[in-house]
């Protein structure tokens, strides 16, 4: 490694240079990033917890109020995930994951201060609430650098892990800051910001002492942009909206649901258990989907995930409520494991795909071609994470707009967890019609889509 932290020669395909050198460097980023990662997912869904608390600290927000609170940070987090994916190509992995990870300190401090006072009006906590989208921002960014590290038959569980390492972050905050909030006479909502500013200062460090970056990771804007032209993007895109999109939408949601729909006020307590399932079932997603193949894993999340929404919504509508959120709760951890296993398997789909693409045009074409059509599917692999990431992420933004919308229009929420199974259902139709069918082939290369890497 150079003095300036960048890395000249990568070759993780290479099995000597990967034994010697590269699993060594390639797990000490993967540590870090997922460090980093973690407090990235915390600050995201901060407000979903906050939310639930914001009226017992002496502000008055309507249900929809509070649920636009906790879906705005989805909203903005989405969206910079699109300018996140170009960074780490343009700037370089380390460097970037110590700016996202400082980033990190604008919406932790600014809710400290936003919720110390309950005549702060609703378009202040609105535009608190937006910054904390720079936490989702990181996922992308992160996961694309990551893809860089790895070879091809590890990518899928380095990925699940990254991955699942931030996911854990929701978990955490929803555990956590309950009771630190709590702690003490009173309530202290703006503890639920700066107990995180410590860890953000040691992201940062770590990063930039420990982190590397890739000359081979770095490509024109250009070169990135061109995945957007290629259709397998977007059907893969649409998936992850319906698995990472559930995962993210559900884990902002139902701290507020369960308190709508539960008298029970220690029934909110609960919540953490769904990202938590769900972010360990990450890097088992992965796995799977590197034994059996991404769409047939992908495919029996989409069903296990629409059977237990079906399942919620026959519990909500159940005049028996005795024993009501017992089944609510275990009907959602089976939903959460589905999708986390669903966001695994997915993106163990994207490097499959876009290797078989490449693949295939260099064929016949020599030694050459092939070692380029390898460092361009790594690229462009990287590119499709990011993009796929940021249009999954406004899963965050709509499922708990939907609540809302459904709530107001309907007296409850049934409408817009039905209208869930319906997507759902095209996710299914979409897998199998693209990648599952014996006569599906990617351009020149039958059925690598589908088939084990």
Not at 92 to 105: E, P, Q
Not at 242 to 256: D, E, H, N, Q, R
Not at 355 to 382: I, K, N, P, Y
Request: positive net charge; contains cysteine; proline residues 4%.
């Amino acid at each position: 490694m150079s003095r300036s932290g960048w890395i000249d020669r990568w070759e993780p395909d290479d099995e000597a240079f990967w034994a010697s050198t590269g699993r060594r460097v390639a797990r000490r980023n993967l540590t870090f990033s997922i460090f980093a990662e973690f407090l990235g997912f915390s600050v995201w869904l901060l407000w979903s917890v906050v939310a639930t608390r914001l009226n017992d600290a002496g502000f008055d927000l309507s249900s929809s109020q509070l649920f636009t609170l906790v879906a705005v940070p989805a909203l903005v987090g989405a969206t910079l995930r699109f300018p996140y994916t170009f960074a780490v190509p343009r700037f370089g992995g380390r460097n970037w994951t110590v700016v996202s990870a400082l980033l990190l300190l604008v919406p932790t401090v600014l809710l400290a201060v936003l919720v110390g006072n309950p005549s702060t009006p609703y378009w202040a906590l609105l535009a608190g609430a937006a910054t904390a989208g720079l936490g989702g921002g990181n996922f992308a960014s992160s996961m694309a650098n990551i893809s860089f590290f790895f070879p091809e038959h590890e990518k899928g569980w380095a990925l699940g892990l990254n991955a699942a390492g931030g996911n854990l972050g929701v978990a955490v905050l929803q555990l956590v800051v309950p009771v630190v909030v709590a702690i003490g006479a009173g309530l202290h909502l703006s503890r639920a910001g700066l107990v995180w500013v410590p860890l953000i200062l040691a992201a940062a460090a770590c990063a930039w002492r420990y982190m590397d970056n890739l000359t081979t990771a770095r490509s024109s804007l250009g070169d990135q942009l061109a995945v957007a032209r290629r259709r397998h993007t977007w059907i893969v895109a649409w998936l992850y909206v319906g698995t990472f999109g559930s995962f993210i939408g559900f884990s902002a949601g139902l701290p507020l649901l369960i308190s709508q729909q539960f008298a029970d006020p220690d029934a909110v307590g609960y919540a953490f258990l769904g990202p938590l399932v769900g972010s360990l079932a990450r890097p088992l997603g992965g796995r799977l989907a590197d034994r059996f193949g991404g769409a047939r894993v992908t495919m029996a999340s989409f069903v296990v995930m629409a059977g237990a929404v079906l399942g919620v919504v026959s519990v909500l509508a159940a005049t028996d409520r005795r024993y009501a959120f017992a089944a609510f709760l275990g009907l959602f951890l089976v939903l959460f494991v589905a999708s986390g296993v669903g966001n695994g398997s997915t993106f163990r789909m994207v490097p499959v795909i876009f290797r078989a693409h490449h693949l295939a045009d260099a064929d016949g074409e020599g030694e050459g071609a092939h070692q380029q059509a390898l460092v361009t599917s790594r690229r462009e692999t990287a590119a499709v994470l990011g993009l796929t990431s940021a249009v999954g992420a406004y899963g965050g933004f709509l499922v708990p707009q939907a609540f809302g919308l459904s709530a107001g229009a309907t007296g409850g929420v049934g409408a817009a967890l039905l209208a869930f199974v319906a997507f759902y259902a095209s996710c299914m139709a979409l897998v199998w019609w693209c990648y599952l069918r014996r006569s599906f082939a990617l351009r020149r290369a039958p059925n690598l889509a589908w088939a084990r890497p």
